[in-house]
């Protein structure tokens, strides 16, 4: 998507959803700031949080599969209180969601009354009744205890910057922070280690999203700092120009929310959910430190704005995997185009999250909830795709016009989830081989929706409605027994260096940096000009860890440059041993021994500064 289109979205969004002010004249240009080199002090700090957030460490210790609850913001944005999600939370008891799996309750923007002289966060009681504690003071530990005592886990949201996005989008809301300019500053700019302290600590809260608007959207242009309500900030995000702000300072601020998560939670059992929209290149580290992150701008009720959110995420498979998600937003089920009159378009809605292996947070009021929808919300089959173990994000490996096919490998052995999907207004037929789904002929398929079971002797083929989309589990024999391609279990790769630094802010707002079966720029994968089917692609000065786990024999790949151009390198790491290096201007062959490997990082480095798409063309994992 170009970056204009997505701020527009970005713009429409907000206005369409909450009638805010529009965008008056051209955005500001920001500020220049030449990038600092870090410190040994930032490079080591850097490090140990990559350490603690790496996917061979203790943080991967919760959601381990994505994230399931509801969430208040689509059905009511500020305007809810305790008694609606407590009613909510006891409607998904009774309807036999929370049996289904959705766990978490969450709360959104508007909790906060104001920031305290001793910087401690007031809540709004009138919101929150049960936070007014008989000695005068406030807390949201009330409302936790009781949501816990329910079986349920209990979610809050907070701010990266020091002003939450309702003080800038939801200006008419009767539930915005009240008081002084400084005393409106409930974001945890400057209070990092106090707020996750109160949220985390003496809350209780076991799941945080943190938004970013107070980076984004107060700049001194803007009303609600020219009346002096709010001040000035950066902007350090610039929605739709990774560059235009500062991508590292962003992370930083990030890295050291985690930090504070898990100074004050050591078990690692708490979700963050990084909300900064896809903006100042989270998709690329948002997994460093969060359990998931939003890929795109805010979702609305329409079908054009669910397929651009599920886009945003479906196309990163690489970067997903178990305790850290591409988040595309949360469900639309009950709104708009995913009404009750929808069905057809509820059903296409859960189905891309769960090929997506998106977190599934429902946003509608449960209690008006007619039943076709709750049975949508809460169809096991579906929910069980979204939910696998192994947390392999579905690939696309088919789109044509209107039509697209994705395909999720599953835990269970010769299991494949599979989407075939009509995104456009007019029926469809859809076929996909069982050889490109690396499964041998006579395989037997199951539709998530209806249970309805069939066997299929070499082409799966569907006839689809408008927007219809058929989620089938498929089971057979593998095509090419004990080999798997790379690229069909993404959740065994993590991007440990994206090579991403000599993009340039067009590309970058574009370019998936390490990507499954394609090149980083979105051109297909080739290799001395033939097409290759399977692989990685990835740019010269990446590094990307498999995790083997001592599963496996053999690793093969036929590595080289997109384009002819001077010599790479490209380096094999078995569990930090240099088992393979090679520089050459040519494809390499690459069949080496990995037996009892756990960690095989693939290293492709060109010279410094220097632009190179290359592909792992057929990398694959022999058993
Ligand atoms: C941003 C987020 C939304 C919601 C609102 C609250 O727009 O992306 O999900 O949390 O803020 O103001």
């Not at 990307?544 to 151009?565: K, Y």
Request: glycine share 10%; with cysteine; hydrophobic share 40%.
């Amino acid at each position: 998507m170009k970056p204009e289109a997505m701020e527009m979205h970005a713009m429409k969004t907000r206005s369409a959803a909450t009638q805010s002010p529009t965008k008056s004249g051209p955005m500001k240009k920001p500020m220049k700031k030449p990038m600092k080199k870090p410190t040994m002090k930032q490079v080591m700090k850097a490090a140990v949080l990559a350490a603690l957030a790496g996917a061979y460490g203790m943080a991967a210790a919760q959601a381990l599969t994505p994230p399931m609850g509801w969430n208040p913001w689509n059905a009511f944005h500020t305007e809810v209180d305790e008694a609606k999600i407590m009613a909510n939370a006891a409607a998904l008891k009774n309807t036999g969601l929370a049996d289904a799996g959705y766990r978490y309750v969450n709360m959104d923007d508007g909790w906060w009354r104001t920031r305290r002289a001793d910087g401690r966060i007031e809540v709004r009681t009138s919101m929150f009744p049960s936070g007014a504690l008989p000695d005068g003071s406030t807390s949201m530990r009330p409302f936790v205890d009781n949501l816990h005592a329910l079986g349920f886990k209990a979610g809050i949201y907070s701010e990266i910057g020091r002003n939450a996005c309702s003080q800038a989008w939801d200006r008419h809301s009767p539930n915005l922070p009240e008081g002084s300019q400084v005393e409106r500053e409930i974001g945890t700019f400057g209070h990092q280690a106090q707020d996750i302290k109160l949220l985390v600590g003496e809350y209780g809260f076991d799941y945080v999203k943190v938004d970013a608007c107070g980076l984004a959207d107060y700049t001194p242009d803007k009303a609600w700092v020219r009346d002096g309500t709010h001040r000035a900030f950066g902007p350090w995000i610039v929605r739709g120009k990774p560059d235009a702000a500062s991508s590292a300072r962003v992370e930083e601020l990030y890295a050291d929310l985690r930090k504070e998560i898990d100074t004050v939670r050591p078990n690692g059992d708490v979700v963050l959910s990084i909300c900064a929209w896809g903006e100042a290149r989270v998709n690329n580290w948002g997994g460093k430190y969060g359990q998931s992150w939003r890929t795109s701008p805010d979702i609305t009720p329409d079908w054009k704005s669910m397929l651009l959110n599920f886009d945003s995420a479906i196309g990163r498979p690489l970067f997903a995997g178990p305790g850290r998600w591409n988040d595309p937003d949360m469900l639309e089920l009950g709104h708009g185009e995913f009404d009750e009159r929808h069905l057809v378009e509820a059903r296409a809605h859960l189905s891309l999250w769960a090929i997506a292996a998106a977190p599934l947070m429902i946003g509608a009021d449960l209690t008006k909830m007619p039943q076709s929808l709750i049975d949508i919300a809460g169809n096991r089959a579906v929910i069980a795709i979204d939910q696998d173990p192994a947390g392999h994000q579905g690939v696309t490996i088919a789109r044509t016009g209107d039509t697209q096919v994705v395909v999720r490998t599953l835990a269970a052995s010769g299991q494949k989830a599979v989407a075939l999907i009509n995104r456009g207004g007019q029926k469809r037929r859809v076929s996909v081989p069982l050889a490109t789904l690396q499964l041998a002929t006579n395989a037997t398929t199951r539709d998530a929706w209806t249970g309805k079971e069939s066997t299929v002797d070499r082409m799966i083929t569907v006839d689809l409605a408008p927007r219809e989309t058929a989620l089938l589990t498929v089971r057979g024999a593998a095509l090419r027994p004990g080999r798997v391609y790379v690229s069909e279990v993404p959740a065994r790769v993590r991007v440990l260096e994206d090579g991403s630094a000599v993009l340039t802010t067009a590309q970058a707002a574009k370019w998936v940096p390490v990507q499954a079966n394609a090149a980083p720029s979105g051109k297909p994968l080739t290799l001395e000009g033939r097409a290759v089917a399977e692989g990685l692609g990835v740019l010269a000065g990446s590094r990307v860890a498999l995790r083997l786990d001592g599963e496996f024999r053999r690793f093969q790949s036929r590595t080289g440059a997109l384009a002819r151009g001077g010599a790479l390198t490209y380096k094999l790491v078995a569990d930090g041993k240099v088992l393979f290096e090679q520089t050459s201007a040519k494809p390499v062959a690459i069949d080496v021994d990995v037996a009892g490997v756990k960690t095989l990082e693939l290293v492709t480095q060109g010279p410094a500064g220097k632009l190179a798409e290359v592909a792992w063309a057929g990398a694959e994992l022999v058993q």
